[in-house]
Nanobody, 125 residues
Framework: QVQVVESGGGLVQAGGSLRLSCTAS????????MGWFRQAPGKEREFVSL????????TYADSVKGRFTISRDNLKNTVYLQMNSLKPEDTAVYYC??????????????????WGQGTQVTVSS
């Protein structure tokens, strides 16, 4: 069965950095676009970043562009999100998700069919 597991969240001061990791199993990782989403209390889940199966397509939300970097290691079935210059408004539960290659890289959450349980990121001011 497919399993997606995030790690690396925590509490950090504004201006600090965190690196999230997401490992997927039970699927052919190199055939999936991987995406990061986040959900803050009282808000809807929003797209953060995606990376296509071959890393040829990388997309960021405007709110994180220039601060976050997504990468993947297909040999380790792992995708990373390096988050620098963190702001209090980045506080949220961060989710990793897998999207089949046949769909094509897409930011819509509804087009991702495997999700992790989320990891909490809290940025204090």
């Amino acid at each position: 069965q497919v399993q997606v597991v995030e790690s690396g969240g925590g509490l950090v001061q504004a201006g600090g950095s965190l690196r999230l990791s997401c490992t997927a199993s039970g699927l052919t990782f190199s055939s999936y676009t991987m995406g990061w989403f986040r959900q803050a209390p009282g808000k809807e889940r929003e797209f953060v970043s995606l990376i296509s199966w071959s890393s040829s397509t990388i997309t960021y939300a405007d709110s994180v562009k220039g601060r976050f970097t997504i990468s993947r290691d297909n040999l380790k079935n792992t995708v990373y999100l390096q988050m620098n210059s963190l702001k209090p408004e980045d506080t949220a539960v961060y989710y990793c998700a897998a999207q089949p290659r046949r769909i094509g890289p897409n930011i819509l959450a509804s087009l991702y069919d495997a999700w992790g349980q989320g990891t909490q990121v809290t940025v204090s001011s």
